[in-house]
T-cell receptor, first 113, second 112 residues
Framework: QKEVEQNSGPLSVPEGAIASLNCTYS??????FFWYRQYSGKSPELIMF????GDKEDGRFTAQLNKASQYVSLLIRDSQPSDSATYLC?????????????FGAGTRLFVKA | DTGVSQNPRHKITKRGQNVTFRCDPI?????LYWYRQTLGQGPEFLTY????????KSRLLSDRFSAERPKGSFSTLEIQRTEQGDSAMYLC??????????FGPGTRLLVL
């Protein structure tokens, strides 16, 4: 079992719809959770991070965390074609001298105009 | 632009050659990470520095890989005797004591 699992997609949604991206993690010691967006050929770009159970909203993005279920999600409201990218879920867990980040393989999102 | 720079951005080499990549982190960031990313996968952790100390090295990293961070500033990643399986994007990221890390643009390596 991979430590961070995501559906590889592609997830296809029409422009203006809500895109829902999901992620599960296996290490209950994971302490913080991140969503990165990665366009083809580019490096990951941080969208949001969340530490506590519940929802966290930033503009069109909402991250949701449920530590009991070991589940993290990202909702993108009013999806735009420019949101088409791979979305990487990442978790931090404590390691020697700090934190180690484990990434999922990513979910490809395609927003149709 | 996150403020993390990497050079070169692209490297094509022949199998068996040595290559070296450089990462310049955000100046106040004392923590620096190297990752490798292949097509369809997320970044895989390679190694981690806090200041000049290399605190962790992935088991994925064979003896052909070495990384340094002299004086706790820039870092270099060297791959000796490259193999075709080393072809990947090599990403550098840096952060402060906060957990959010910032990625550089990456170095794309192609081994022929």
């Amino acid at each position: 079992q991979k430590e961070v699992e995501q559906n590889s997609g592609p997830l296809s949604v029409p422009e203006g719809a809500i895109a829902s991206l999901n992620c599960t993690y296996s290490d209950r010691g994971s302490q913080s959770f991140f969503w990165y967006r990665q366009y083809s050929g580019k490096s990951p770009e941080l969208i949001m991070f969340i530490y506590s159970n519940g929802d966290k909203e930033d503009g069109r993005f909402t991250a949701q965390l449920n530590k009991a279920s070991q589940y993290v999600s990202l909702l993108i409201r009013d999806s735009q074609p420019s949101d088409s990218a791979t979305y990487l879920c990442a978790v931090n867990r404590a390691n020697t001298g700090g934190f180690k980040t484990i990434f999922g393989a990513g979910t490809r999102l395609f927003v149709k105009a | 632009d996150t403020g993390v720079s990497q050079n070169p951005r692209h490297k094509i080499t022949k199998r068996g050659q040595n290559v070296t990549f450089r990462c310049d982190p955000i100046s106040e960031h004392n923590r620096l990470y190297w990752y490798r990313q292949t097509l369809g996968q997320g970044p895989e952790f390679l190694t981690y520095f806090q200041n000049e100390a290399q605190l962790e090295k992935s088991r994925l990293l064979s003896d052909r890989f070495s990384a340094e961070r002299p004086k706790g500033s820039f870092s270099t990643l060297e791959i000796q005797r490259t193999e075709q399986g080393d072809s990947a994007m090599y990403l550098c990221a840096s952060r402060t004591s906060e957990e959010t890390q910032y990625f550089g643009p990456g170095t794309r390596l192609l081994v022929l």
